[in-house]
């Protein structure tokens, strides 16, 4: 099946996946959007987030105004962005699957909601379908902790409420809860020393390091709450007892209290292993989002299960481990939730996605709207 002959959504799939787009180099994906978006008839703007972020694209935004009077304005959130590509890439559809033809990604994450939303919006201009208002917006880098959300200004949006199809799984997936994250910087000094003539009189960094990584709970702790140790950097020589070491770790927790509890322990650690090998240790805790969590009663999650079962797609309720641009959206207190979007065994050289979903995602995206053009005084 080439470009040409395949069906609206899964054509702008193949098309986008080919652009080697990896965060902060999102610039061809970006612009085959915004081109895609002005074709529609749309007015697309691009914000100064690429130059705040170090990358080459900011957020697009796009609003298509209200042909109707009464129900709730939605904003449809993608991003543009993929992890690193390994090389480049060649989608292509095997049976029933698209997948990389190469030994790299797809970039069904987020390629594939990206085409699926865009065709969907399509659909419900072309069909002059009643809505009270939809805004689209492609954010950038949220592969490197959502930096592309948390630099879009939200209060220029109209809606009250919106969708991010950002999980992987099958559709009908309803995100109800997710965790929040810190990211943790230890950095531990101790003192340089030959490592062969005077080692006591060194104090080695990269052993309180160890140590302290020994002490940490890894993996997952409980239902809710995962640590994990990610980066170790440290030394300057093997013949030199290492004077620093710098730790990177991250814990995450859809409990807001059991988050703060294991960012502590992992500072406790730390100071208590640095203080055993005779070294100092710096912290630096950042907090990349909060948990949330959904109940459904909440606006979007009875939208998102109207729209599913009209577009005969059975729903299911889930909690998950991982970060979406929906967390920025609901920090700032504008209800927004993550539905699956089909992809599969993301990130990696097997990642692939079912066409026919592609086509489904747009039914997702018309039956979303007609939902919300339906909910009348419900936004309230």
């Known amino acids: 099946m080439t470009t040409a002959t395949a069906p609206a959504a899964l054509s ?7 652009l080697v787009t990896p965060s902060r180099q999102e610039r061809a994906a970006a612009d085959r959007c915004a081109a895609y978006l002005r074709d529609l008839g749309l007015a697309v703007d691009e914000d100064d987030a690429g130059v705040r972020t170090g990358g080459d694209t900011g957020n697009l935004y796009a609003w298509a105004e209200p042909t109707a009077p009464g129900g709730v304005p939605i904003f449809l959130c993608a991003h543009t962005d993929t992890v690193p590509a390994e090389g480049p890439i060649e989608p292509r559809v095997e049976g029933d699957w698209v997948v990389s033809g190469g030994d790299t990604i797809l970039g069904a994450d987020n390629k594939a909601t990206v085409a699926g939303m865009l065709d969907g919006v399509r659909r419900v201009l072309a069909d002059g379908l009643p809505h009270a208002g939809i805004e689209i917006i492609l954010t950038a880098q949220e592969e490197t902790g959502l930096q592309g959300a948390k630099a879009f200004d939200h209060t220029r949006l109209r809606a009250c409420t919106g969708f991010v199809y950002d999980h992987a799984g ?43 990584i020994a002490g940490i709970r890894h993996g997952r702790i409980d239902d809710a709450t ?11 020589a093997r013949n030199i007892v290492p004077a620093s070491c710098v730790v990177e770790a991250e814990v995450r927790s859809r409990d ?4 703060a509890q294991e ?38 999650v009875r939208i998102a299960r109207v729209a599913l079962a009209a577009a005969g797609i059975a729903s299911r ?19 927004c939730v993550v539905l699956t979007s089909g992809m599969d065994r993301i990130h990696g050289p097997g990642e692939r996605i079912l066409a026919a979903d592609l086509d489904r995602m747009s039914d997702i995206t018309v039956e979303i709207v007609r939902a919300a053009a339906a909910a009348g005084e419900e936004a309230g």
């Open 256 to 259: 807001a209290g059991r988050l």
């Open 12 to 18: 702008l799939f193949l098309e986008l996946a080919a």
């Open 317 to 335: 309720e889930e909690e998950v481990g991982g970060g979406a641009d929906a967390h920025v959206f609901n920090g700032h207190g504008l209800p």
């Open 226 to 236: 995962t640590a994990n140790v990610g980066l170790i950097e440290g030394g300057s």
């Open 263 to 300: 960012t502590a322990h992992v500072l406790e650690v730390a100071a208590a292993a640095a203080t055993a090998e005779g070294c100092s240790v710096t912290t630096r805790v950042h907090p990349e989002y909060a948990p949330y969590r959904l109940r459904r009663s909440d606006l979007p």
């Open 170 to 212: 099958p559709l009908g997936g309803i995100v109800m809860a997710a965790p929040g994250q810190n990211t943790i910087s230890l950095r531990f000094a101790g003192q340089a020393a030959h490592a062969g003539i005077a080692p006591e009189e060194g104090r080695s960094a990269i052993v309180a390091a160890a140590r302290a």
